[in-house]
């Protein structure tokens, strides 16, 4: 591993919150990501996933296509191979993924925008295990949020209640095996950043995850094996004014003797709730850079998913 993404215990938080919070916010300002062991999910759980996340993906085209909801903007169920592009790419991403998501509460606004996610009837125990999965590392991702709370010198609560009623979605990522070579130019997933607050990544120990350092270099991301990897959205780096930055990242194709293995891993994209409004914070001013603009968190999501073609213009 490259010694840029030290690995860091989660039972330094549960000792120690200060000394984790400062840890942690030390590898986010020099790449943007952290690598957290001990961090205490049901590996059970998480062996249940990755079995059910590799049956629904081998399902026929047809009946994967049968969860697809294009009103949703690809946020809830299916999205098919070759769906999604990096912002400013034409080339789409070799990928097919699934997207659980937190359901608004009924008869409120928040239900239109926060849908419910379909039932897979095909898999006894898919509805379940990524529920499960869900609940699990959004309860970790506001352990996280509370550390970061420290490091930047906020109330240790400031995110709860702005995450509470999250857009929080959990990805269910494949990406095939190339038995053939890929187009010209086209990668698992191109260069880019993520939208949301934080991600919380599992299943990143099939090598291709790599990250550009602010001295232009590409670091490879290789995490021990149950670790989970976390790094900075786009959200909290406009809160932040860029102190915490959202790095770009890529995951590149398979070298020759792996390419006929396919990746998964179960990204968990932590949102803010869809009215929360992203006002820079006036500590992060800096002399020579503009505040940037405040807006809703719902706003920019929908200006990204424009941006990244699950919204089409």
């Known amino acids: 591993m490259s010694p840029y993404f030290t690995p860091i215990s989660m039972q330094t938080y549960r000792a120690a919150p200060d000394t984790f919070a400062k840890a942690l916010g030390q590898s986010f300002r020099e790449t943007g990501f952290a690598v957290i062991t001990d961090h205490g999910l049901d590996q059970d759980l998480i062996d249940r996933t990755v079995a059910d996340t590799k049956a629904f993906f081998a399902l026929p085209e047809t009946v994967k296509a049968g969860y697809q909801d294009p009103r949703h903007s690809g946020q809830r169920g299916y999205t098919p191979f070759g769906t999604e592009n990096a ?114 990544l599992l299943g990143a120990e099939e090598a291709g995850l790599e990250v550009l350092h602010r001295s232009g270099e590409w670091l490879a991301v290789n995490p021990p094996a149950g670790a989970l990897v976390v790094n900075i959205g786009d959200m909290l780096s406009r809160l932040t004014q860029g102190l915490l930055p959202s790095t770009t990242h890529r995951v590149v194709n398979p070298v020759a003797a792996r390419s006929g293995h396919a990746r998964y891993s179960t990204p968990f994209f932590l949102h803010f709730a869809p009215d929360v409004l992203i006002d820079p914070l006036e500590s992060c001013d800096r002399a020579d850079t503009p505040r940037p603009e405040a807006i809703t968190a719902h706003d920019f999501l929908m200006q990204r998913l424009q941006e990244i073609g699950l919204i089409k213009a």
């Open 87 to 200: 912002k400013g790419r034409a080339q789409a991403d070799l990928k097919e993924f699934w997207h659980t998501g937190r359901a608004g509460t009924a008869g409120t606004p928040l239900a239109e925008i926060m849908p419910q996610t379909p039932s897979v009837a095909e898999i006894d125990g898919f509805d379940a295990s990524t529920k499960g999965l869900f609940e699990a590392l959004d309860g970790i991702g506001r352990d996280v949020l509370e550390a970061i709370a420290r490091d930047i010198d906020l109330p240790v609560d400031w995110f709860g209640p702005r995450v509470a009623e999250g857009n929080s979605i959990l990805r269910l990522l494949h990406y095939p095996a190339q038995t053939t070579p890929p187009p010209e130019g086209s990668v698992r997933a191109a260069a880019h950043e993520d939208i949301n607050v934080i991600t919380l």
